[in-house]
């Protein structure tokens, strides 16, 4: 008779589970105008997700406001299906006065977190979406000399709410002198603002572990983003051509696109949706509660009715109904007992 009990297979029944239902995860992309955002995302999935996006005139610029864009594609490899969105904010940081362009950024984090939690507050649980922004990458533009006003401001109004990793965009644009002396100055800019960024450290991992201590010397990530294909040594290689030669994107001793993309896809995706989940959700979702008194239900935490579509509202009166039904089923339960204990005293006299 076998001593192992089997209970060593739950990894492989989780991961199989995982498989079956598929992985959602959200991007959202942040910076100036004219730094590569859309290429950089594009090299990094393999997907068009703009189209043939462009950026508008100078002159439009001036007065443009920051929108939100959300687009949403399925992509499978190896069996395993991953449900992407990338959420990118077309106008951030173009305007001549910049004041409060975080703003629709916060709002619409705030949303998804509200949604998730009326979703989770409903009726029916088992097939919530997940819609929340997992991770921000904040692109820096390379010839600041560090970080703008603009750029501390930004990551100190959004460090609660979403881990942020920011990058230094058009990395080809620097030499690696100025690369590595730049990385440091906004490391230390980051620390004395008192910016929370994402390093993929958690509580269980080990101070002396490799991995998190070379991801700590690597932030600020440097890329560089294409999507042409150039022939180099008889290779077939995604870079940018210059007349000095070919900067390839793949190269990780050209810029640090691979390692941004280990990390981002292949290591910590998992991690920044737990964090997301334990750490920004729950603080969210505790402020939230705080705000009614203390002898509300938590189905009325959330209004459903302000802001909230038919099925939502639908949602909330079903479930209000529910709680008047067992209120009473209470109240009919004390009353029998009641008199279940008057007929016990009358049988003792």
Not at 73 to 102: M, Q, S, Y
Not at 315 to 336: G, N, S, T, V
Request: charged share 30%; glycine share 6%; net charge negative.
């Amino acid at each position: 008779m076998s001593d192992q009990l089997g209970f060593h297979n739950l990894p492989f029944l989780a991961h199989r589970k995982s498989v079956k239902r598929g992985f959602e995860f959200t991007l959202m992309v942040v910076g100036e105008s004219g730094l590569g955002k859309s290429t950089l995302i594009q090299s990094l999935f393999l997907t068009n997700f703009f189209g043939n996006k462009t950026s508008p005139p100078a002159g439009e610029r001036i007065a443009q406001t920051v929108s939100i864009d959300a687009t949403t594609v399925d992509i499978e490899e190896k069996g395993v299906k991953l449900r992407l969105t990338v959420v990118d904010t077309p106008g951030f940081g173009d305007a001549v006065n910049n004041e409060l362009c975080w703003q629709p950024v916060i709002d619409y984090c705030n949303e998804k977190y509200d949604q998730y939690l009326r979703d989770e507050s409903g009726l029916n649980r088992r097939n919530i979406e997940d819609h929340r922004v997992h991770c921000c990458l904040y692109f820096i533009n390379p010839l600041g000399h560090g970080l703008k006003p603009l750029d501390i401001e930004f990551m100190k109004q959004l460090h609660n709410l979403v881990n942020i990793i920011p990058v230094i965009a058009k990395a080809d644009t620097l030499t690696p002198k100025e690369i590595k002396a730049l990385k440091i100055k906004i490391m230390n800019e980051i620390q004395e603002n008192g910016i929370k960024i994402y390093t993929g450290e958690t509580d269980d991992d080990e101070d002396d572990n490799p991995d998190i201590k070379e991801l700590k010397e690597i932030i600020p990530f440097a890329v560089v983003g294409s999507n042409t294909l150039l022939e180099v040594n008889g290779k077939r290689v995604r870079g940018r051509l210059y007349p000095w030669g070919v900067v390839e994107v793949e190269n990780k001793d050209h810029c640090d696109f691979v390692k941004l993309r280990t990390m981002l896809i292949r290591t910590h995706m998992q991690d920044l949706k737990d964090y997301t989940q334990d750490v920004h959700y729950e603080n969210f979702r505790k402020k939230k509660l705080m705000q009614g008194s203390p002898g509300r239900k938590v189905s009325e935490y959330t209004d459903y009715n302000v802001g909230g579509t038919p099925d939502e509202a639908a949602k909330a009166a079903a479930l209000q109904a529910k709680e008047k039904e067992l209120e009473e089923m209470r109240r009919q339960m004390a009353l029998l007992q009641a008199q279940l204990r008057g007929a016990q005293q009358s049988d003792a006299v």
